[in-house]
């Protein structure tokens, strides 16, 4: 049972415009969430969280918004550059607990 | 600046064999997450250790058991392996349980079983 789900398993975006990463989830207990960036042979690195308190957090050109009621989230990278070409992960958790759910992933590519 | 270090980054192996699988995290970090994704999947949360104790468990297989040790390290035991274990196994280390922004993570060890 997939608790956290990116339905786009790819997206093209050209250099300098926006590139939006969606993520929804199914669990009403899940009140934290973030973000992770891959590299290939690499392991995941975090990126930017959002706790269910906010619906927005905003870190530099990377910003998540959080729409608590039909429990979506999304990643807005503004402006896009070639080196944000990566697997983006949107990851949930609820209080008290320590491990992470995971979706699927985005592949994002930029274009120069 | 050091990161968590998993060995080997590959293995191979064949059905029904065993496997061990390290993790060395972060220096001064107590905390250790075990992580499997498989082809084309989200990484799955398996076990986790604080202070050298199972804090949480998740999908982790009877077949695989897992240990922190007194520096730390953790190694994922797996025995009896299946074609389905053929896995990237990520591990990941942070200081103390509740920042999960904090939660480092490994390069990955990919596991192929034959």
């Known amino acids: 049972d997939q608790q956290v789900k990116q339905n786009s398993p790819s997206l093209s975006v050209q250099e300098g415009r926006i590139s939006i990463l969606n993520c929804d989830y199914t669990n009403s207990m899940f009140d934290y969430f973030l973000w992770y960036k891959k590299y290939p042979a690499e392991g995941p690195t975090f990126l930017i969280s959002?706790?269910?308190?906010?619906d927005k957090n905003e870190d530099g050109r990377f910003t998540v918004f959080l729409n608590k009621s039909a429990k979506h989230l999304s990643l807005h990278i503004v402006p896009s550059q070639p080196g944000d070409s990566a697997v983006y992960f949107c990851?949930?958790?609820?209080?008290?607990?320590?491990?992470?759910?995971f979706g699927t992933g985005t592949r994002l590519t930029v274009i120069p | 600046a050091a990161g968590v270090i998993q060995s080997p980054r590959h293995l191979i192996k064949e059905k029904r064999e065993t496997a061990t699988l390290k993790c060395y995290p972060i220096?001064?970090?107590?905390?250790v997450y075990w992580y499997q994704q498989g082809p084309g999947q989200d990484p799955q949360f398996l076990i986790s250790f604080y202070e050298k104790m199972q804090s949480d468990k998740g999908s982790i297989p009877d077949r695989f058991s897992a240990q922190q040790f007194s520096d730390y390290h953790s190694e994922l035991n797996m025995s009896s392996l299946e074609l389905g274990d053929s896995a990237l196994y990520f591990c990941a280390s942070s200081l103390g349980q509740g920042d999960l922004d904090t939660q480092y993570f490994g390069p990955g060890t990919r596991l192929t079983v034959l």
């Open positions: 959002i706790s269910s308190i906010k």
């Open positions: 220096p001064r970090h107590d905390t």
């Open positions: 990851a949930a958790s609820e209080t008290g607990a320590n491990n992470l759910f």
